[in-house]
T-cell receptor, first 114, second 111 residues
Framework: EPEVTQTPSHQVTQMGQEVILRCVPISNHLYFYWYRQILGQKVEFLVSFYNNEISEKSEIFDDQFSVERPDGSNFTLKIRSTKLEDSAMYFC????????????FGDGTRLSIL | GIQVEQSPPDLILQEGANSTLRCNFSDSVNNLQWFHQNPWGQLINLFYIPSGTKQNGRLSATTVATERYSLLYISSSQTTDSGVYFCAVPHSGAGSYQLTFGKGTKLSVIP
């Protein structure tokens, strides 16, 4: 069964540094998402992406965050200047090809900011 | 936005017991997903169930969209069922597909 793959599985970074989290969505999916989960809390939506542009974003997704689909297979989340409170598990998800299809999640990247 | 409430927040079961987890949501939805987050943090898709009943092995789910709730049944529980179970629904609003998650039910199955 096709899967969403995320790399790295764990990233440790100094506060203030930039990080890029990578995702390879399921190949025929057209809708892409990033979510995050702070330890012990619920999963929260960050951003959705369709047709090479952001379609929705939450209040969490401020100017330090950006997303990109640099080629036909990868989908990335960049955090420009990390803060301690960015420490969380970040999940990529994809759905499609039609609207309203179930979202499939990757295994997540655990980001630890020191 | 839409509110999602899950109950109970914590559940401890003896291996072999059955359980029912509940998810209530505050607005009409056109889909609903159940996930299992295992102890390693992975989110595993269990069901995509906008309405009706589905079964997958020892697990089954029922969504009654008109009454705004969904139930997840686990029968003959095993220690590998331990983890957190989340339900998630699309955010209110036309054309919005972002999922709103509940806070989850933490299930511990003891031998």
């Amino acid at each position: 069964e096709p899967e969403v793959t995320q790399t790295p599985s764990h990233q440790v970074t100094q506060m203030g540094q930039e990080v890029i989290l990578r995702c390879v969505p399921i190949s025929n999916h057209l809708y892409f998402y990033w979510y995050r989960q702070i330890l012990g809390q619920k999963v929260e939506f960050l951003v959705s992406f369709y047709n090479n542009e952001i379609s929705e974003k939450s209040e969490i997704f401020d100017d330090q965050f950006s997303v990109e689909r640099p080629d036909g297979s990868n989908f990335t989340l960049k955090i420009r200047s990390t803060k301690l409170e960015d420490s969380a598990m970040y999940f990529c998800a994809s759905s499609g090809p039609g609207q309203g299809q179930p979202q499939h999640f990757g295994d997540g990247t655990r980001l630890s900011i020191l | 936005g839409i509110q999602v409430e899950q109950s109970p927040p914590d559940l401890i079961l003896q291996e072999g017991a059955n359980s029912t987890l509940r998810c209530n949501f505050s607005d009409s939805v056109n889909n609903l997903q159940w996930f299992h987050q295992n102890p390693w943090g992975q989110l595993i898709n269990l069901f995509y169930i906008p309405s009706g009943t589905k079964q997958n092995g020892r697990l089954s789910a029922t969504t009654v969209a008109t009454e705004r709730y969904s139930l997840l049944y686990i029968s003959s529980s095993q220690t590998t069922d331990s983890g957190v179970y989340f339900c998630a629904v699309p955010h209110s609003g036309a054309g919005s597909y972002q999922l709103t998650f509940g806070k989850g039910t933490k299930l511990s199955v003891i031998p």
